[in-house]
């Protein structure tokens, strides 16, 4: 048992619930191979509808491969992940994907509103601006406090703003799960609390969002749920009680024994 996690012996059963799944979001036993290193191994939890986590963990710990594997992007090569009781594949369309900001190009010439109309691509045959569509769009922009930027360069705006265009864009793709990788990253700390205000309401309309962080600072508080993850889920539970001091030096700490047993193409059976 892994700080609660029992070996699941890859059944597909939901961590919380049980057979009779209501997550949105379950791993188990979950590991991913990729560019010749295991960066993932035997990860399992579950997150449930309108919960808002924090993915928390080291840089290199794995959150961004797990982000992939949620999407779809990445392949799983050992257990199971279920996307609203589907593979991820087969659930993009209710995934909204936010990566770093390092990963995306911020020179292209787009304006606040062209990129959040990009959302809606997916649910229109035709590419533009229709009545109809720019409603949605200019409506998305003012549930993150944005419509006034609407006609901004996107290259132009600070880190902030630039996280609420993203959110705004999700809106429109109609998703009700949301990851977002690093959204601090370069958000200076007023517009980080701003940021979680506005996700907090879109948890409490049943979004499922999920936060990858190296570190929360001042606003574990302000999440419903963190999940620790160092190449495995070291814990998972409400923030308060859940960065004990044995979670912690296993979530930063150096344990490479932990993983004597496990290497490439040899997992748990």
């Known amino acids: 048992m892994k700080n609660g996690f029992p070996n699941q012996n890859f059944i597909d059963c939901c961590l919380v619930c049980g057979p009779n799944c209501v997550c949105c979001i379950r791993a188990s036993g979950a590991c991913v191979e990729f560019d010749g290193n295991l960066v993932l191994d035997d990860v399992s939890f579950s997150v449930g509808r309108g919960v808002l986590s924090a ?10 491969t797990l982000f992939n594997a949620i999407a779809g992007i990445q392949e799983i090569v050992h257990g199971s992940i279920y996307v609203n009781g589907m593979s991820p594949k087969d659930s993009r369309g209710s995934i909204s994907y936010i990566p770093q900001r390092e990963n995306v190009n911020w020179r292209f010439s787009l304006t606040a509103e062209e990129v959040v109309n990009l959302g809606l691509v997916k649910n229109t045959s035709m590419f533009g601006f229709s009545k109809k569509k720019s409603k949605m769009v200019e409506s998305a922009l003012e549930r993150v406090n944005m419509l006034q930027d609407k006609n901004q360069l996107i290259s132009e705006m600070s880190g902030g703003q630039r996280q609420r265009v993203f959110i705004a864009r999700a809106l429109c793709q109609q998703a009700n799960i949301l990851l977002l990788d690093e959204a601090f990253s370069g958000v200076d700390v007023a517009s980080q609390f701003g940021l979680i205000d506005t996700l907090r309401d879109l948890k409490d ?20 749920e963190v999940i620790c993850l160092n190449r495995h889920v070291c814990a998972q539970g409400p923030p308060a009680t859940t960065f004990t001091p044995e979670v912690l030096e296993e979530l930063y700490g150096s344990h490479p024994g932990m993983f004597y047993e496990h290497s490439l193409g040899h997992h748990h059976d």
């Open 205 to 224: 309309e049943g979004k499922t969002i999920i936060i990858a962080t190296h570190d929360l600072n001042t606003l574990a508080d302000r999440f419903d």
């Open 55 to 64: 993915l928390v963990g080291p840089n290199a710990g794995g959150k961004s």
